[in-house]
């Protein structure tokens, strides 16, 4: 039983030539299905190597971002405020003198509104969910910073948390991660840095017990498989993917056909 819901099963779509007339798609279950798997794209292969990388890497980052900034934001200016340069902390601080709620309800509040923004869009038509998405954002977070009931840098955090949280390739497994996010941030608002880091470490540990159809949740990391781990951060160039990854444990190692002639520039 999985106490933090990860997919282990990846959706995916399927175009060839005769149905993309139709403007319609295969809807197909990949399975096994690891964890990185969730942060790679068709659109990786369509490009050099290493804008692939790049675009690989700026997904993990935001995704990290996403998850532990809220949580790291609350530690620093409530538990651990000695972490900060003097000058930041003044910063904070005099932005916060005149707030009516602890900064642990504050971003907390601010979060759920959030996410209630991020469900109303969902299920409004789609000619109206991108005016109240961005528009009704935007009004009322100005409003509520006029207003004194959130600090500036409070709706700047959150801000770039909702941003960073669409970085994700897959929509199933940012799902996880917002579940994930409110288990860090009250960690942290209890703890500080400790606590942050402690159920960081626990959700960790609980991936890495996962399994998806035979296959570690975490591979290549956990276990460590040094040719796989390469091209899960990054995208290997076409000359040096002519085997299968050994993580799925192929009968046949060596991929079909050359890998040479992908453009270098």
């Given at each position: 039983?999985?106490?933090?819901?990860?997919?282990?099963?990846?959706?995916?779509?399927?175009?060839?030539?005769?149905?993309?007339?139709?403007?319609?798609?295969?809807?197909?279950?990949?399975?096994?299905?690891?964890?990185?798997?969730?942060?790679?794209?068709?659109?990786?292969?369509?490009?050099?190597?290493?804008?692939?990388?790049?675009?690989?890497?700026v997904?993990?980052?935001?995704?990290?971002?996403?998850?532990?900034?809220?949580?790291?934001?609350?530690?620093?200016?409530?538990?651990?405020?000695?972490?900060?340069?003097?000058?930041?902390?003044?910063?904070?601080?005099?932005?916060?003198?005149?707030?009516?709620?602890?900064?642990?309800?504050?971003?907390?509040?601010?979060?759920?509104?959030?996410?209630i923004?991020?469900?109303?869009?969902?299920?409004?038509?789609?000619?109206?969910?991108?005016?109240?998405?961005?528009?009704?954002?935007?009004?009322?977070g100005?409003?509520?910073?006029?207003?004194?009931?959130?600090g500036?840098?409070?709706?700047?955090?959150?801000?770039?948390?909702?941003?960073?949280?669409?970085?994700?390739?897959?929509?199933?497994?940012?799902?996880?991660?917002?579940?994930?996010?409110?288990?860090?941030?009250?960690?942290?608002?209890?703890?500080?840095?400790?606590?942050?880091?402690?159920?960081?470490?626990?959700?960790?540990?609980?991936?890495?017990?996962?399994?998806?159809f035979?296959?570690?949740?975490?591979?290549?990391?956990?276990?460590?498989?040094?040719?796989?781990?390469?091209?899960?951060?990054?995208?290997?160039?076409?000359?040096?993917?002519?085997?299968?990854?050994?993580?799925?444990?192929?009968?046949?190692?060596?991929?079909?056909?050359?890998?040479?002639?992908?453009?270098?520039?």
């Amino acid at each position: 039983m999985s106490l933090l819901y990860v997919p282990r099963v990846k959706k995916g779509l399927f175009v060839d030539s005769v149905i993309s007339n139709s403007n319609k798609g295969i809807i197909a279950l990949v399975v096994p299905a690891t964890s990185n798997e969730f942060y790679q794209t068709p659109e990786d292969f369509s490009f050099n190597y290493w804008i692939g990388t790049f675009l690989r890497l700026v997904r993990f980052i935001g995704t990290a971002t996403s998850i532990f900034l809220p949580g790291l934001y609350i530690a620093v200016i409530t538990v651990n405020p000695e972490l900060l340069p003097p000058f930041l902390v003044q910063v904070i601080a005099s932005g916060r003198t005149q707030m009516p709620f602890p900064a642990v309800i504050e971003v907390f509040v601010t979060l759920l509104i959030f996410e209630i923004f991020r469900e109303a869009s969902v299920r409004l038509p789609a000619n109206i969910n991108v005016i109240l998405g961005i528009g009704g954002g935007i009004v009322l977070g100005q409003a509520a910073i006029q207003a004194g009931l959130v600090g500036g840098v409070t709706v700047v955090v959150v801000i770039f948390t909702a941003l960073a949280s669409f970085s994700t390739a897959n929509p199933s497994k940012e799902q996880a991660w917002r579940l994930a996010r409110y288990f860090l941030y009250f960690a942290s608002g209890a703890f500080g840095i400790l606590g942050l880091a402690s159920a960081g470490l626990i959700i960790l540990a609980h991936m890495a017990g996962l399994k998806s159809f035979g296959i570690s949740y975490l591979a290549p990391w956990a276990p460590p498989l040094t040719i796989d781990a390469v091209d899960a951060f990054g995208r290997l160039p076409w000359w040096a993917s002519y085997r299968r990854p050994p993580t799925y444990r192929p009968q046949q190692e060596d991929r079909l056909g050359t890998t040479e002639g992908e453009d270098e520039a």
